[in-house]
């Protein structure tokens, strides 16, 4: 994720709350979260994944005016080669192999958060099912307004050389 | 709610039922609100004809995130120091998932009383699909 900022709101908490199936009242009932230990709405763990929406760069949003790879009129709207439809927020793209977070402060809406992402390792795999395996790790600071580190997270993509057979 | 040392002992286990018959509406509405638009999630048609899937399946984020709940609601909110997952396996339109988490460490270190839990998601089939582990803090 290279969202330089991404600020955190009640809205976006709510609707990735009601996302993931979480009916917690923190999330979504600021009156509630106000008389709480924390003051203040706080987002779910896995919230700062939704940086993507702040990532000016982010490959996986359609932008205006670009092509884009769903479909329309055609199957797709751009040829890619093989293994290239994916980048699910780990490393360089593919599917979304791993994801780790460590939890340093409470996140809470209203705060605005700086990532900054490092690469990691690479490495390969030979797969049983999709063929040729390619991991790429890639490490993220979010830091707070104050300078505070609030969340790492650290991704691992994979590419396939051909879909993965689900069975 | 927040746990209790002293109420944990190693081998415990939390389980919740995540979702039931997942429908390709919350795949959406996941990918709405995280900014994932892959149409893998979402684009019936590009995923079986384009990327040669059976269907559109879930983000494994969702699943994590999912899981999460699962984990805030056994450790209490603003509880967890850190949370890491493997995707297993795929996550499809109407599978219906179940989380655990199960203790393996209770255990102090500079004065904060801390847990570990071995995290697991499994389908319908038993199946699971995604594998990995958490730490909360304990009252």
Same mark, same amino acid.
């Given at each position: 994720? /290279?969202?330089?900022?991404?600020?955190?709101?009640?809205?976006?908490?709510?609707?990735? /709350?009601?996302?993931?199936? +979480? +009916?917690?009242?923190?999330?979504?009932?600021?009156?509630?979260?106000?008389?709480?230990?924390?003051?203040?709405?706080?987002?779910?763990?896995?919230?700062?994944? !939704?940086?993507?929406?702040? +990532?000016?760069?982010?490959?996986?949003?359609?932008?205006?005016?670009?092509?884009?790879?769903?479909?329309?009129?055609?199957?797709?709207?751009?040829?890619?080669?093989?293994?290239?439809?994916?980048?699910?927020?780990?490393?360089?793209?593919?599917?979304? !192999?791993?994801?780790?977070?460590?939890?340093?402060?409470?996140?809470?809406?209203?705060?605005?958060?700086?990532?900054?992402?490092?690469?990691?390792?690479?490495?390969?795999?030979?797969?049983?099912?999709?063929?040729?395996?390619?991991?790429?790790?890639?490490?993220?600071?979010?830091?707070?307004?104050?300078?505070?580190?609030?969340?790492? !997270?650290?991704?691992?993509?994979?590419?396939?050389?051909?879909? !993965?057979?689900?069975? | 709610?927040?746990?209790?040392?002293?109420?944990?002992?190693?081998?415990?286990?939390?389980?919740?039922?995540?979702?039931?018959?997942?429908?390709?509406?919350?795949?959406?509405?996941?990918?709405?609100?995280?900014?994932?638009?892959?149409?893998?999630?979402?684009?019936?048609?590009?995923? $079986?004809?384009?990327?040669?899937?059976?269907?559109?399946?879930?983000?494994?984020? #969702?699943?994590?995130?999912?899981?999460?709940?699962?984990?805030?609601?056994?450790?209490?909110?603003?509880?967890?120091?850190?949370?890491?997952?493997?995707?297993?396996?795929?996550?499809?339109?109407?599978?219906?998932?179940?989380?655990?988490? $199960?203790?393996?460490?209770?255990?102090?270190?500079?004065?904060?009383? #801390?847990?570990?839990?071995?995290?697991?998601?499994?389908?319908?089939?038993?199946?699971?699909?995604?594998?990995?582990?958490?730490?909360?803090?304990?009252?």
């Amino acid at each position: 994720m /290279a969202a330089k900022t991404f600020p955190v709101e009640f809205s976006h908490i709510l609707m990735f /709350a009601r996302s993931i199936g +979480d +009916d917690n009242p923190l999330y979504r009932d600021p009156e509630h979260a106000k008389a709480s230990e924390f003051g203040a709405v706080i987002a779910p763990p896995t919230f700062v994944q !939704a940086s993507a929406q702040f +990532d000016p760069d982010y490959g996986l949003r359609p932008k205006i005016g670009k092509p884009w790879f769903g479909s329309g009129k055609e199957p797709t709207g751009i040829r890619r080669g093989p293994g290239s439809g994916g980048g699910g927020g780990g490393g360089g793209g593919g599917l979304h !192999a791993e994801q780790h977070y460590e939890y340093h402060r409470p996140l809470r809406a209203g705060d605005v958060l700086t990532a900054t992402t490092t690469p990691g390792k690479t490495w390969e795999k030979e797969g049983k099912r999709g063929g040729k395996l390619m991991f790429s790790e890639s490490v993220t600071e979010y830091r707070n307004q104050d300078g505070e580190l609030v969340v790492t !997270a650290k991704g691992v993509g994979v590419r396939t050389e051909r879909p !993965a057979d689900p069975t | 709610m927040t746990l209790k040392a002293s109420d944990l002992k190693v081998g415990d286990v939390f389980t919740q039922r995540l979702v039931e018959d997942l429908k390709r509406t919350q795949i959406v509405q996941y990918a709405g609100a995280s900014g994932d638009y892959n149409p893998l999630h979402t684009d019936e048609i590009f995923t $079986t004809k384009v990327a040669g899937y059976p269907s559109v399946f879930a983000h494994g984020m #969702l699943t994590m995130g999912m899981t999460g709940a699962m984990l805030t609601n056994t450790v209490g909110d603003g509880r967890l120091t850190k949370y890491g997952v493997r995707f297993t396996s795929q996550v499809w339109p109407g599978d219906t998932l179940d989380a655990s988490a $199960t203790v393996t460490r209770v255990f102090e270190d500079g004065g904060e009383k #801390l847990v570990d839990l071995d995290v697991v998601t499994v389908n319908q089939n038993g199946l699971e699909v995604l594998k990995g582990y958490a730490q909360a803090r304990l009252d």
